[in-house]
């Protein structure tokens, strides 16, 4: 069983950073899967990023090259380091984790992210 906790959301200037976090309840070296979904109001929930625990990552077109997916070990936390944020990256953010390939995704609770002026 794994629970996660994001952390981190807020309001931000066009063009300015913010880091999310997603703090697990058990090692994430053991967790096979981690990354962040984004849900905008009337949109779908989209992919953002993904860490397995290879370290391999995987982003989408959107954010490749603006965002990047890190994770701390000792903290048992991983990161979404953004940078140069657009008003079109507002959103719920969402982190979840899939134990293994065939385990149920758990989801956190969401943190808001508000680019605007």
């Known amino acids: 069983q794994v629970q996660v906790v994001e952390s981190g959301g807020g309001l931000v200037q066009p063009g300015g950073p913010l880091r999310l976090s997603c703090a697990a309840s058990?090692?994430?070296?053991?967790?096979?899967?981690m990354g962040w979904y984004r849900q905008a109001p009337g949109k779908q929930r989209e992919f953002v990023a993904r860490?397995?625990?290879?370290?391999?990552?995987n982003y989408a077109y959107s954010v490749k090259g603006r965002f990047t997916i890190t994770r701390d070990v000792a903290k048992n936390t991983m990161y979404l380091e953004m940078n140069s944020l657009k008003p079109e990256d507002t959103a719920g953010y969402y982190c979840?984790?899939?134990?293994?390939?065939?385990?149920?995704?758990?989801w956190g609770q969401g943190t808001q992210v508000t680019v605007s002026s």
């Open positions: 979840f984790a899939d134990l293994s390939p065939s385990s149920n995704r758990v």
């Open positions: 058990r090692s994430i070296l053991s967790i096979y899967l």
């Open positions: 860490i397995m625990n290879s370290g391999s990552t």
